[in-house]
Every structure is written in structure tokens, then in C-alpha cells.
Nanobody, 120 residues
Framework: QLQPVESGGGLVQPGESLRLSCVVSGVTSHNYPMGWFRQAPGKERIGVACITASGGDAKYADSVKGRFTISRDNSKKTIWLQMDSLKPDDTGVYYC?????????????WGQGTQVTVFS
């Protein structure tokens, strides 16, 4: 069983930065691609970024390209999401899960999420 635990969320102003962390426990957790998703109040969960098991490739939603960076350190069993130039539309609960792509359906082993609020 792979169990992600997210942290690093907070309350920031537009233009500021946050770095989210996803620490993964479980056997061979480093063998899987992982993704970050956002869910705003009353809206569907959408893909933000994903990264391959090796960290050699990543994919981003168009809305975050050039502002967000996903990375991982398998020795630390951690996946990060560096979020720069934050906008109010980036507000939501951010989840980490196992899988590849920007569609949440194929993903499993979801974490509990961490709240990000960008207020103006």
C-alpha cells in the first residue's frame, strides 16, 4: 500500500510562492509515477502536474506551465510542487496520488490534501 502525505499549503498573496511536499510511504514507492491535483470548492478535481518514476519527464496543465515545477527525490520518497507567481485561480486543496497524466480517473492511492489559498 502506497500512502502519500501532503504538506506545505498556506495562505499567500498573488505573486508569491509556495512549495508543496508529498512524502510517500510504502514498499517500492519510488517505482511509480506521481501527480499533483487541485480541487477548488464546488469544482472537479483537475490535474496540475505529473512526473515519471525516475523524474526524467513531467507534464503540466497549460494554466501552470512556466510557473509550477514538479520534482522528486526517490531517496527521500518525496515529490515536490514548486508554485511560483501564484494567482487566485490556483486556490484549492492540492492532492498527491499515484499515476501518470492529468486526468484523475487512472490515479489511485490519494493523500488527504493540503489547502492553498491565494487571496487578493
Amino acid at each position: 500500500q502506497l500512502q502519500p502525505v501532503e504538506s506545505g499549503g498556506g495562505l499567500v498573496q498573488p505573486g508569491e510562492s509556495l512549495r508543496l511536499s508529498c512524502v510517500v510511504s510504502g514498499v517500492t514507492s519510488h517505482n511509480y509515477p506521481m501527480g499533483w491535483f487541485r480541487q477548488a470548492p464546488g469544482k472537479e478535481r483537475i490535474g496540475v502536474a505529473c512526473i515519471t518514476a525516475s523524474g526524467g519527464d513531467a507534464k503540466y496543465a497549460d494554466s501552470v506551465k512556466g510557473r509550477f515545477t514538479i520534482s522528486r527525490d526517490n531517496s527521500k520518497k518525496t515529490i515536490w510542487l514548486q508554485m511560483d507567481s501564484l494567482k487566485p485561480d490556483d486556490t484549492g486543496v492540492y492532492y498527491c496520488a499515484r499515476g501518470w497524466g492529468l486526468n484523475p480517473l487512472p490515479f489511485d492511492n490519494w493523500g488527504q490534501g493540503t489547502q492553498v489559498t491565494v487571496f487578493s
